[in-house]
């Protein structure tokens, strides 16, 4: 079964606009950590937020700010006054603590989602 | 930059030939990962140590294998290489096991094989 979910595959965005990338995952472990990696079309994986399991407040880095809900098993990115710089391909990533018995493994992402900023 | 290192940055060869992929972590970091990227599968975990030792294995084929010096530098070895195994591999550190930990990924080896 699919355990991270990014359900848009591709998404355009006028500059100054702000935008949100959908994030749904599936895990039984209490204990696991959410990540939003930028990868633009030069290669690099590029880490931009994390958010706990635990974490009351939803994690905020400067324009980005992860929009967790943890009933729903949703933790959306937003970016804020989107730039032309932002268009990459954005990836969600969890890793699991391991609590539920399954011990703990790398992080596994979704399948992306490509973000273009059009001026 | 991230402060992780991996060489080469590219990498071509033909099928059935060997290679190695170099990834130096952030200092400081004592947990190495690997991961490859391709068109087909998406990115995938292979494998990670800690601190010299294996501490989790993901889809990595018997045809791979990876070690970490006691320096800490990882080396991560491709064998028979197919054609399937064309992807951008990266390496990720961060300074201990546990799920909680922010990976950082370093540039990436694209690997060719023709």
């Known amino acids: 079964a699919q355990k991270i979910t990014q359900t848009q595959p591709g998404m355009f965005v006028q500059e100054k606009e702000a935008v949100t990338l959908d994030c749904t995952y599936d895990?039984?472990?209490?204990?696991?950590?959410l990540f939003w990696y930028k990868q633009p079309s030069s290669g690099e994986m590029i880490f931009l937020i994390y958010q706990g399991s635990y974490d009351e407040q939803n994690a905020t880095e400067g324009r980005y700010s992860l929009n967790f809900q943890k009933a729903r098993k949703s933790a959306n990115l937003v970016i804020s006054a989107s730039q032309l710089g932002d268009s990459a391909m954005y990836f969600c990533a969890m890793r699991e603590a391991g609590d539920s018995g399954g011990g703990a493994d790398g992080l596994t992402f979704g399948k992306g989602t490509h973000l273009i900023i059009q001026p | 930059d991230s402060g992780v290192t991996q060489t080469p940055k590219h990498l071509i060869t033909a099928t059935g030939q060997r290679v190695t992929l170099r990834c130096s972590p952030r200092?400081?970091?004592?947990?190495v990962y690997w991961y490859q990227q391709s068109l087909d599968q998406g990115l995938q975990f292979l494998i990670q140590?800690?601190?010299?030792?294996?501490?989790a294995k993901g889809n990595i084929l018997e045809r791979f294998s990876a070690q970490q010096f006691p320096d800490l530098h990882s080396e991560l070895n491709l064998s028979s290489l197919e054609l399937g195994d064309s992807a951008l591999y990266f390496c990720a550190s961060s300074p201990g096991s546990g799920g909680l930990y922010t990976q950082y990924f370093g540039p990436g080896t694209r690997l060719t094989v023709l």
């Open positions: 200092s400081g970091d004592l947990s």
């Open positions: 895990t039984s472990d209490q204990s696991y950590g």
């Open positions: 140590y800690y601190n010299g030792e294996e501490r």
